[in-house]
């Protein structure tokens, strides 16, 4: 999965080429001169020792940072090149010095090798879309629970096996990605997040869900591929906003009739499971407009699907034996 980052990094090499400001003389609330605006002094000398420390001397702050009046709002560091290597280099540590730009509204450390993170990178608590995904990370600290303004927290292709209870002070909180973890549950503080629309936990080793999960009566996408449920779990069936259900490659042995109590639902994949019949209230989802489930133990799915949907009413279906699809087919199937 990591190929997204190799074709991210082009981006940022074609980035500002600003020449480096020399800061370090100056107070933190002094304001210095970046390209054509005037910014906080403080702000680029925390963005400078962040490059310096990963060896990046030679990336400007103007490359990474956007500055809205005098503080630096966005910064993204993900797949930087240098110009004497035009390879990307991968941070690997980020210093405590992060904790200074508080005026930052998104932060992208993506596609990188950071083990863990700075005490201070907590003290962001203006943060509303914070991105982690594809690093080495073990452990998600409590203090997460602190950045209660996010929006969007990317957490994919880590090591994490846990998520800790205080996710659930994330109550601004509208898409969560724990995708290709180490996971096999979640905190019953999850159903804190009633603004969450969407939830990816693809490849990872869930066994269910927790039932307070009734509550994220917002939540439209749930992505749970690649895992050992045994079951639907049952908390599922009572989220009526829901649009798109990925359930492939589980060990699902059974479609039940609560199926028929998801109105909205637009996708439904199920292939690669132990299911051996469909219910005729697979028929209620008028909304249906794409469903697999191939490679599943239906005797004749042809047969059953055509009794289930005697015209197939527009439904876009997928019932016979195919290759394995890639990750990124399966990222282009989810909207």
């Known amino acids: ?55 990046l001397f030679d990336i400007s702050v103007g490359r990474v940072a956007t500055f809205e009046g005098e503080r630096a709002t966005e910064l993204t560091l993900i797949g930087l ?14 210093p405590r010095e992060i904790g200074a730009l508080d ?38 600290p409590e203090e997460v629970g602190q950045l209660r303004e996010l929006e969007n927290l990317s957490l994919a292709t880590n090591h994490l096996t846990r998520v800790p209870a205080s996710i659930g002070s994330l109550t601004q909180l509208e898409n969560l990605e724990l995708e290709a973890n180490a996971l096999v549950g979640l905190p019953e503080e999850i159903g804190n997040l009633t603004r969450l629309k969407s939830i990816r936990l693809r ?31 049952p908390v599922l069936f009572e989220l009526s906003q829901l649009r798109t259900l990925y359930l492939s490659r589980n060990q699902i042995a059974s479609l039940p009739a609560e199926i028929g109590r998801l109105p909205l639902l637009e996708s439904l994949v199920l292939d690669h499971n132990r299911i051996e019949s469909v219910p005729e209230d697979l028929r209620l989802l008028s909304r249906l407009d794409y469903f697999t489930i191939q490679e599943n133990r239906i005797p004749d799915v042809k047969k059953t699907i055509k009794q289930v949907f005697p015209s197939h009413r ?7 034996p195919q290759a394995t699809p890639s990750k990124a087919s399966e990222d282009d199937g989810e909207a």
């Open 203 to 233: 490849d990872n080793a869930m066994t269910g869900l927790p039932a307070t999960m009734t509550s994220l009566t917002n939540l439209e996408s749930v992505n749970l591929m690649s895992n050992n449920l045994a079951e639907i779990p």
């Open 1 to 55: 999965m990591r190929w997204i980052c190799w074709l991210l990094s082009p981006l940022l090499f074609l980035g500002s080429s600003c020449k480096r400001a020399d800061t370090d003389s100056e107070s933190p609330n002094q304001l210095v001169r970046l390209g054509d605006q005037e910014v906080r002094a403080g702000d680029v000398q925390a963005i400078r020792k962040i490059l310096d420390e990963n060896g």
């Open 103 to 140: 005026g930052l509204r998104k932060l992208d450390l993506s596609c990188n090798e950071i083990p863990e993170l700075p005490d201070t990178l907590w003290d962001l608590t203006g943060l509303r879309s914070l991105k982690l995904g594809y690093n080495q990370l073990k452990v998600l």
């Open 314 to 320: 527009g439904v876009r279906m997928t019932i016979e």
């Open 81 to 94: 090149k240098s110009s004497e290597k035009n390879i990307p280099e991968s941070l690997r540590s980020i």
